[in-house]
């Protein structure tokens, strides 16, 4: 039988019977949209959503492995739903990257027998097959590979936005970060065909989305594969990151491309070149440091010294008018010295970013920089973490003050929580902007700002 027959006996087996999901994302914009297609297939077999827990008949986990605090949450989630599967026996699924991992693997199958489906990353699309196994033939499955899984189209897709869309361009990475888990739990640099993601965002805008942002691990190593875990490449010439992006940007109806996230090393000057003649293009790019100091980056297996860096962004922001750029930060990296994290903090002063997303080192079995014999004392990351926090906050309110006097062009998002007469929206660097309607405007509704005033927390300001 194929997928779709599977879909079809399923909805067949639970109609009538008003089944309800629950799927509980962890991670990054990668598993939220693994998850709406998750979501896809279960209304396709009739489930409905609930956001209450305790009504779930399904629960689907879509786990993390990057760092271990997503374990973490995962376990004692676990233990809280092991009583509704005794009252209600409702059925759990967990999927995801913890579960290309053999030792998580392991656990989950010796300690908690009650989870009825594992799923990887690269099974997904068996769902309604497992579920078909768990309700009519009241079986356990377990359907991960460690190949690198072959790209699936057309799965169906529950979107969780009316306005924004994620569309994912490329599966898995080929960086080996000495940090990093994900090149051994996602697998290798997979892009999709040009066509079907075209396709897909041409759809999109005739849905009435206006903003897409562009999904991988490294997107601008997209095409680097040649298609060959394609099925069909009908646009063979689109054959980088920023054909593609042009290409985008091309499509009617669309107003906003974001993307997320490019690495330093294959940040091309083409690249560039295409988001300054590109409007639409977002003017915050995400540019993950990780470290600002050079020893500490090749031992990452970065690619990049902290000067050839601090050029790139030079370059960016000489190139590209207004560009805002925001980063990833590890505090702590094994053998990271004092004077090493005070590079990191130097960049920080220098490149002034919009937005950075801080992290304290978490070891992950089977990476390189685990079986360092000279990881950080907790309290040294700790205080670290601290140290580049104080600056970043430091930064936030002298940059709140710089929007005074510009204009930002923003979505709206809806009446603001504090006074129902304003609406509000945020800007691409996630500052939420508060202004007065004209009475013209609508939810969705892509508008200009002008900033008129800091209220630390929010801005605000009129419509231009
Ligand atoms: N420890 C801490 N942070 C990590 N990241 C990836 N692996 C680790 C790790 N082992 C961070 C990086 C990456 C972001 C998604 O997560 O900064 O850019
Ligand atoms: Fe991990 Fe590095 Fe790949 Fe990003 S580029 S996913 S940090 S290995």
Redesign the pocket.
């Known amino acids: 039988m194929e997928e779709i027959d599977f879909i079809k006996v399923v909805k067949n087996e639970i109609k009538d019977k008003n089944l309800k999901y629950v799927i509980l994302t962890f991670g990054c914009q990668l598993n939220e949209n693994d998850s709406e297609k998750i979501a896809g297939m279960l209304e396709e077999m009739g489930y409905s959503k609930t956001d209450i827990f305790e009504n779930a008949d399904l629960v689907v986990f879509n786990t993390c492995c990057v760092r271990e605090n997503a374990e973490e949450r995962l376990f004692g989630k676990l233990g809280e739903i092991k009583k509704m599967k005794e009252t209600r026996n409702t059925i759990i699924a967990i999927g995801g990257c913890m579960m290309q991992e053999k030792s998580m693997l392991d656990k989950i199958q010796k300690s908690y027998k009650y989870v009825d489906i594992v799923f990887g990353t690269h099974t997904l699309q068996t769902l309604p097959e497992d579920l078909y196994k768990v309700i009519v033939k009241n079986e356990k499955v377990k359907e991960v590979i460690d190949i690198d899984g072959e790209i699936i189209e057309g799965l169906p897709i529950k979107r969780n936005d009316k306005y924004r869309a994620s569309v994912t361009i490329m599966y898995g990475?080929n960086?080996?970060?000495s940090?990093?888990i994900?090149?051994y739990v996602r697998g290798r640099e997979r892009s999709r065909s040009p066509e079907d993601i075209l396709n897909e965002i041409r759809d999109l805008a005739k849905e009435g989305y206006k903003e897409i942002t562009l999904l991988g691990?490294?997107v601008n190593s997209y095409g680097k594969d040649k298609f060959k875990y394609c099925k069909n490449v009908d646009n063979p010439e689109i054959n980088n990151f920023a054909k593609l992006l042009r290409a985008v940007c091309d499509i009617d109806g669309i107003e906003k491309v974001k993307f997320m996230?490019p690495?330093p090393r294959d940040f091309t000057d083409d690249v560039i070149e295409t988001i300054r003649d590109c409007k639409k293009v977002t003017r915050m790019i995400h540019m993950?440091l990780?470290s600002g100091n050079s020893k500490v980056l090749k031992e990452m297996n970065?690619g990049y010294t902290k000067e050839e860096f601090l050029e790139l962004a030079k370059k960016m922001k000489d190139n590209i008018p207004d560009l805002n750029l925001s980063t990833d930060i590890i505090v702590g990296f094994p053998g990271e010295t004092e004077e090493e994290f005070d590079d990191t903090l130097d960049v920080v002063r220098k490149v002034e970013f919009e937005q950075i997303f801080m992290f304290i080192y978490s070891k992950r079995e089977g990476t390189r920089a685990a079986a360092r014999v000279d990881q950080v004392p907790e309290e040294i990351k700790h205080k670290r973490f601290d140290r580049l926090k104080e600056l970043y906050d430091s930064q936030v309110e002298l940059q709140n003050e710089r929007y005074i006097g510009t204009v930002q062009s923003i979505m709206i998002e809806g009446p603001s929580k504090n006074d129902e007469t304003k609406f509000c929206g945020r800007t691409d660097s996630n500052r939420v902007i508060v202004f007065d309607p004209t009475g013209k405007e609508k939810i969705g509704d892509i508008v200009n700002i002008k900033i008129t005033e800091n209220h630390k927390w929010f801005l605000s300001g009129e419509i231009v």
């Open positions: 990475c960086k080996f970060c940090y990093c994900v090149p691990q490294n996230s690495h993950p990780q970065r």
